[in-house]
C-alpha cells in the first residue's frame, strides 16, 4: 500500500461538502482512502480560520464544513500558516533559553 500525505485548500473542502464539481462516488472513493490509510489528510491553521469566519453568516455551511475537516483530516498533521511560522521563529530566536515543539 502506498500512503500519500495531501492537502486540502479550504475550497477544496468546500467542493467535497458541497458535491460541487464532485460526485457522490468520488467523494465515496476520498473517504474509503482515508479510512484504509491510503491517503492521510493535512489540516492547516488556515483551513480552520476560514471556516471560522464563515460562522456568523452561514452557520450550516460552517458546521457542515468542519464535520468534513475533522472526518478526513488526520489530526496527527496538523500546519501553520507561514505567518505563525515566522512569529513563532522570531519569539524562539529572542527567548534565553531554548523552546523545543
Known sequence: MVEMIVYFDTNVFDHLEQLNGVTAWEL???RRAVQHG????VVSYLNIEETLFIVPSQ?????ARVKLIFE??????VVRGHQNNLNYSIICGQATTPVTV
Do not use: H
Request: charge should be positive.
Open 38 to 41: 491510503c491517503i492521510r489528510v
Open 28 to 30: 465515496f472513493r476520498i
Open 59 to 63: 452557520p450550516v455551511r460552517a458546521e
Open 72 to 77: 478526513l483530516a488526520d489530526k496527527n498533521l
